[in-house]
């Protein structure tokens, strides 16, 4: 079967399309943009990718045509799919058609954490003797792929809360049918698709609908808006994580499963939020049978997650990582956890990229949120809609505002001093600012 996707450079697409060459399958592929680590997986693979979303690159005809959420109406290529009634399908539902049907289906939900949580996870069964199926919005070097279909029964999937398609408005996650299902924690986000946060806890409430009652959820039973999700209608068994729940970390680092003390938890990936998604990824293990004892052990040597606190490099003394922060709670989450760097100083660069971000919903958190960092530089997009001099201004001159690639480079290899190490978040590419940080810093040295 050929198989072609719109918009398979994203990182569930991406996915999408590894998962689908494995299967047998030819895939191609149109994208308008693409960049690593999705554009250097499906080089790899011996994926063709077209360039932007023309009608001939469905010629000749392919079988199936998989859509991707950032195709919208006015597209030509969807006007064009639409008045010839083509064969089109979004990507949870192909593959909840062609690969889950029948696995035994780990989701993992929520705001924050839901990538490294998935990684960990697999990384656990595979850790073990299992043969999982998964699909992880990143790249982990411990998978080696974003996605792959698996042998064995498990088969664990990051579960997205945005919409499907164009066609199907529905969270995407309402398509996996989990047995076992994580829920990190819920906030707003999105704000491009969901007017609120009640919003997006109906969906959730929708996928609670869908885990069947021999099934598991495992839930932050910190999170308050969680609970008000569960308390609208449950009709699944749940244990949950966090602070004096069942599955906690005490002050000394020893993981606790109720009464049972299992072991210190050693992990490569410094902060609070990482162990928690290190506690959600042991219990969900167990529900498919792991021992908790070597659940911990295999997350010793789990290397993490493309993207999620990486270092890209050093030059001139300055350490130089890469974050996929977007979110004020996640960027504090990052400044927490890079505060236990060795570093002299920690310098935030932040690109406010995500719709959320660019449309203002975030705007009044943000000071706040990069109020761990020595100093901050913010980089401007053109389509930002609010002032950032006002949103950060709290933070006097440990901030500042850039609105060129050229002038943020140049004002942070100025700042920077050896010793020190630059936090550079984004949800995007960034312009490739970490390789010219690095070469910057590299020749001013």
Known sequence: MHVHILGICGTFMAGIAAIAREA??????????????MSTQLEQLGITV?????????????????????????????EYLLAEDLPLVSGPQWLAEHVLRGRHVLAVAGTHGKTTTTAMLTHILRAVGEAPGWLVGGLAPDLGVSA??????????????????FFDKRSKFVHYRPRTLVLNNLEFDHADIFDDLRAIERQFQHLLRTVPANGHIVVNGDDANLARVLDAGCWTPTEAFGTDQPWRIDDDGQVWHAARCIGPLSLHQPGAHNRSNALAAMAAATDVGVDPDAALAALADFRGVRRRMELRGHAGGVAVYDDFAHHPTAVRATLAAAGGLDAARVIAVLEPRSNTMRMGGHAAELAEALAAADHSFVHVRPDLAWDADAALAPLGDRATVTRDLDELVARVTAFAQPGDALIVMSNGDFGGVHRRLLDALASAA
């Open 24 to 37: 047998g399958h030819r895939v191609t592929g149109s994208d308008a943009a693409a960049w690593p680590p």
């Open 50 to 78: 077209m360039p932007g979303y023309d009608v001939a690159h469905l010629d000749p005809m392919p079988d199936a045509i998989i859509v991707g959420n950032v195709m919208t109406r006015g597209h030509d290529i969807v």
């Open 148 to 165: 792959a279909l698996g042998s064995g029964r498990p088969f664990v999937i990051e579960a997205d809360e945005y919409d499907t398609a």
